[in-house]
C-alpha cells in the first residue's frame, strides 16, 4: 500500500488545514490508520488514529479538541481537519497504516509527509 499525503500549507495562529491521505497499491480498510508529525528538532510523535470500522478514534493530548480524524474506506482515502492552529502544531506531518499510540505494532505503511506552518 502506497500512502501520499496532501493539503499541508502555511497558516496563521487559529487558521485551519485539512490534510488527506489516500492510499493505492491496495486497501488500508483493515488496518487502524493515522496521522504522525516531526516538529523541527523534535521526536516524531503520534497525532490521532481511527480504527478500521471508525469506532474508535485516538488522539494525542496536544490535539484533543481541535482536530478531528476520519476515513472512507471505499475511497480509500483519510482526513485530519485541524482548526484551531497554533505555532507548536508546526511540523511535517505523515500518514501512516496501522497506526497505534504506542507504535505496536510500529506503521508499516508511511505517506511522504506534508508541510503545515503556522505563524503568529
Known amino acids: 500500500v502506497q500512502?501520499?499525503?496532501?493539503?499541508?500549507?502555511?497558516?496563521?495562529?487559529g487558521g485551519s488545514l485539512r490534510l488527506s491521505c489516500a492510499a493505492s497499491g491496495g486497501s488500508f480498510s483493515r488496518y487502524s490508520i493515522g496521522w504522525f508529525r516531526r516538529a523541527p528538532g523534535k521526536e516524531r510523535e503520534f497525532v490521532a488514529s481511527i480504527s478500521w470500522s471508525g469506532g474508535a478514534i485516538y488522539y494525542a493530548d496536544s490535539v484533543k479538541g481541535r482536530f478531528s480524524i476520519s476515513r472512507d474506506n471505499a475511497n480509500n482515502t483519510m482526513w485530519l481537519q485541524m482548526n484551531g492552529l497554533k505555532p507548536e502544531?508546526?511540523?511535517?506531518?505523515?500518514?501512516?497504516?496501522?497506526?497505534?499510540?504506542?507504535?505496536?505494532?510500529?506503521?508499516?505503511?508511511?505517506?511522504?509527509g506534508?508541510?503545515?506552518?503556522?505563524?503568529?
Do not use: F, M, N
Not at 506534508?114 to 503568529?120: A, I, P, R
Open 3 to 13: 500512502l501520499q499525503a496532501s493539503g499541508g500549507g502555511s497558516v496563521q495562529v
Open 89 to 112: 502544531d508546526t511540523a511535517v506531518y505523515y500518514c501512516a497504516a496501522p497506526a497505534y499510540s504506542d507504535y505496536d505494532p510500529p506503521p508499516e505503511h508511511w505517506g511522504q
Open 114 to 120: 506534508t508541510l503545515v506552518t503556522v505563524s503568529s
